[in-house]
């Protein structure tokens, strides 16, 4: 019964192999003549410019360009520091809205990013009149699907960095920064963007947030701007269950590197249920993980989504009698249901400061969000 | 906006299809003679005799040859009358120890299951030598898998019943009936045999069984025996997480058909958390199903490979910290320790009368029994 | 470099394996109660009756049910003896003109073929109104495609001689023969139905054809009635490149087995070069095989598609300068092009009596037939 | 039966997208310095550098570096003049064989290759012991199937120029050229080196090859050598029938661009049947393509093999039968057997300038080659 064989020659030696490439330098220069000649460029940065190291390039082009900055729709990165005078928001996930958006600009630059990512269909144009577009993917699918622009193959850092060495300084104004959220009325319950207020307000100077809370997003991202590169994360598209675990991994990650940056996710009730075993790994790790649980008690996206399609009261979306407390504490760790913004920053500071993950329910208003 | 098409025309009017074939009458006839002629024949029923309706073929085929019968190996469904006096068990899911098991039978006549599932790797013949194996099956693919024997593609009922058509009665002593399991002794900590002794005292006349604890099947299957039909359900092969939904669905179909079966979950305590949040659906719907968990804290069927294997002290085996009681009253689930055998008749009783889902842990011996 | 390393193990001993199966029987009590109970059925017989030997069940239920039959539709074997006072030709392959055939039959029966094989895209409903269709084959999948009727899963021989222990003798008129087809007008060139209408006149007793001449299909089987089992062979839908090869095989099993059946192909001067390298396998195989080559030197099937669909005038569809003789020779056949029926017989007997293969062109009018 | 829609929107506009990327600076400064350390380096260039443009940046690289060049086995284009002085020849396709061939070297680079292709197994390490094997290729595939070496994603020819600008003029003595070949005695038939010797005397100036005669091919290659860009095609690895049909396209391409260069085929006498159907668009195109086949009667890279595998006597190897000259005819071809250079030389210059396709048929010896 000695079924066990040795292997009977050494693993071989390690190869390297290269992870990018960079840009074909004639397509390059198109790109930097068109850019330059623009009238009124916009550019749209996604979540290949994070992952390839691409922050500094970006704002630096965007600034030679004297152009506002958009992210790319639905994006599972940050890619542009939000606060920055240039950016303009997160364009909508749908082709009418963001063509509409886009509209006055007679090139957009997209890097790192497919063109694009949609979720409600909503007709139109996928492009304002006249309006030319160029892409930079080092994703040759991102760039067979795309149905509209001229596309370039190449990591997006590698390309920004390139682009600045041919691109001169724009005689153009610049953007207007945007206006700062006004405050959010307290209620009780709190609303999302009371919520996320709050959470802004305490948030630790290097955190890590990492969300799935589909419907509250536009609130979250409206009150809590990322201003830092790596310090974003969500599924790509729509797939639920991700976020709770890749929490409990960003943490590990964060303390094994020693980089040692806050986690804190924001992940919703009902997302919460998809991958919820990951908690009793963070427990047993001893990660200070820190869980935000807006609890509304439905699958919010799905009824804005049943408005916008016309179809009201589509059954099995409420989700009530969930204990996330006990549930959370039956996993091994600590909890406190929150209900106010200063009990927020108290726990907040606690649960980063604990040697154990805290999951934080906050009861928030059941109004359903337009999905736009 | 209206991007809603109505569809023109009526759907279709439903065509019916068979879903299932006969046998090929001249292979039958080939079957019927081999088992006519046979000195000493072993019959194997899998879990394609249950889900064809084959059962009472099935026992009076084995009358009719005198023989006895084995549960195909790692079965999704029991096949046969545990407690008749032919049947001796479920065959081991090994390669030599399953040939072992067939010696001195001249025939082997496998009836809808695979041959043979096997889960660990223990060297030896697929047969004994000498034996000739007849395989019965609707699924072609398994015939195109088996490495012995001779195949006849059909329903496993239709197959049985066109047999009893074709077979004589055999002039050989039956076999003697398998010994009653011995009462296992009440310790503290419960042994799984324990336990599953007292579930078997106290197990309702109709009950349905719905099982995912792979380290302590061998002692289930020991001390309760399945005497009814479609009464045995588990995952075929080893795919942990399809239990406890499974049991829903399956309590859910009982009172809603109106069969009104009570319906018995045993999942580990490892098991319990794959697709934990099913016990949420059980409590919306308040079905009355009850799930006994037996607690080692391990992830004790690899404890058993890895010995097998010459590889104790595998990393990762060990569960401990999931509060079982607290998840499931999170997810609205009565629930109560239970650590005497009466206690758990009482449990169970309760359990089976309530309007919502029962979970009763059960902490068990953390001995690691043998995987074969 | 001794890098041959010899098996360590004997072959295992071969396995057998079921390759056919019967009816559900209370699926085809349904059926043959439908059927006796019907007014006026019609019967399908597809290729699957020939593959499965049922020709003389076929026979049988045809003059049972007193009912007319149809060969379905582009069918790769002849299913019936179209010399038979029912039998009534080759169903239409597209969907209105098959139905309007079928026009007043309440119960149609299909064994062995799919539901249906289609060809040109003619709209109209698959059935006529209030037709019952009865569908009998071996192969899932095209009991899943079959976009009407209900259907059987089960060998086409097997079903055809169940069906006959159910179903009673009709007391119903029938069918009155097909006319037998006029002579067709010998002209120079010869017409495709006059080169067939010769081909019939000389056709051997036994004679198996293979035939690969689409545009000229529809007066080969006008002219030649096949009358016995395993006597016609074609591709199953459309794919050109199987028939002369196929004539190569079926040539070579006649001889190999001791059946010793004469092998005559009909392969279109365009068919006649997909696969022309078979000719060179035959001569040195010194098979007796005959090749009649109808040359009209166009891609014919494809102008008469053309024509249906309204696009005249499709370029590319014309072959021009292709010296078949000096192919055929060159390959190592004998060869002689033929202008008269009278010369086909002679050059037929001859080749059939050769030790190696015969390719025969054959001008024939340019005139392109009607796809319908 | 108007079934035909017209589409309702105009199609969009064309999109461009780019089709080569250039390497990683940062891994390219990496093999920069790797190459201008190296004590005695070799390159190896493949298919992707003729694909790319890159023959002025691969000799302007070799003549750099003073180091050998090899073509990479079994390669579908040639990528470095083979009449230049540092030009050592093609690689052998076997491991053990190809890597004593780059023994001595430090580092060797391949560049638009995989590493390597292989085809009959010789056993042997993959390199010589201390090499290191650099690796640029802008196929992520390649670089995911090689066993050794580290590797750089950039299309070779922007990778290479890329290089020039950072390897710095080697202070060592270049590579002696190689040995004119000998030349070959003139037999009857022709030895296959002599009827090559024949066709490089009689080579046009900027003649295009395009070849499938495997077991020919060392004596091809030894004869005639490649020193323009774009002027080698055969298949990728070892399957046949391409070769015919891609000397026809080439043709048209030359023709149809005005490029004009002429286009000859080496095609053994078993390829040149795969694809015979070739000549008949050629013919009909009026190209002026000149199809060289040498005749051995028989399949002799297999032989070949078979020798080398210790198993002589493989039946079906051989191809007696094949009139050649009567199929090429057939097909509307000139046609000429040709026995002596002097013939051959005079019907080349006569098919180049004929207004058809020519094929000349070259009976050769039956000597069956070494596969190495």
Redesign the interface.
């Known amino acids: ?1 000695d ?2 064989v040795q292997p009977a020659d050494p693993a ?2 390690p ?11 004639q ?1 390059l220069d198109e790109f930097a003549r068109l850019l330059a000649g623009s009238r009124d460029p916009a550019l749209v940065f996604g979540p290949g410019v994070d992952r390839s190291g691409g922050w500094a390039s970006a704002v630096a082009l965007a600034e030679r360009l004297a152009a506002p900055v958009w992210s790319a729709p639905a994006p599972e990165r940050a890619a542009f520091p939000e606060d920055h005078p240039h950016f303009r928001g997160v364009l909508p996930f749908a082709i009418g809205p963001l063509a509409e958006t886009l509209s006055g600009h007679d090139t957009v630059l997209v890097v790192g990013a497919p063109v694009f990512r949609y979720y409600p ?3 139109g144009e996928h492009l304002p009149p006249g309006t030319r577009l160029l892409h930079v993917t080092d994703d040759p699918d991102e ?2 699907r ?10 997006p850092g ?1 390309t920004l960095s390139a682009l600045l060495d041919l691109v001169p300084q724009a005689d153009r104004t610049p953007p207007t920064p945007r206006a700062t959220p006004a405050a959010p009325e307290v209620t009780a319950p709190l609303s999302a963007d009371a919520l996320f207020a709050a959470l802004a307000a305490h948030w630790p100077a290097d955190g890590v947030l990492v969300q799935e809370s589909p419907s509250n997003l536009t609130a979250l991202r409206r009150q809590l701007r990322i201003s830092r590169p790596a310090s974003y994360f969500t599924m790509a598209s729509g797939g639920l269950g991700y976020g709770l675990p890749a929490a409990v991994g960003v943490a590990l990650a964060e303390r094994d590197t020693g980089r040692g940056r806050p986690v804190v996710a924001v992940i919703g009730d009902g997302s919460f ?2 991958s ?2 990951a908690l ?1 790994t963070a ?2 790790l001893s990660l200070p993980v820190v869980v935000v649980v807006p609890v509304n008690q439905q699958y919010a996206i799905l009824k804005a989504f049943a408005e916008l ?2 179809t009201p009261g589509v059954p099995g979306l409420d989700l009530p ?7 959370a ?4 760790c600590a909890t406190e249901v929150v209900e106010t913004p200063d009990q927020l920053g108290a726990a907040l500071a606690a649960g980063l400061r604990a040697n154990r993950p805290t999951v934080l329910p906050v009861p928030i208003s059941t109004d359903v969000p337009s999905i736009l």
Not at 146 to 155: T, Y
Not at 321 to 327: K, W
């Open positions: 019964m079924d066990w071989p030696e190869r390297s192999v290269a992870t990018r490439f960079g840009p074909d330098p397509r269909y909503v007709p760039i067979a795309a149905p509209v622009g001229d596309s370039l193959l190449g990591d590698l249920h998809y919820v075993q009793w427990a047993r399609k016309k009698g969930l204990d996330i407390t006990a549930i504490a039956g996993y091994g």
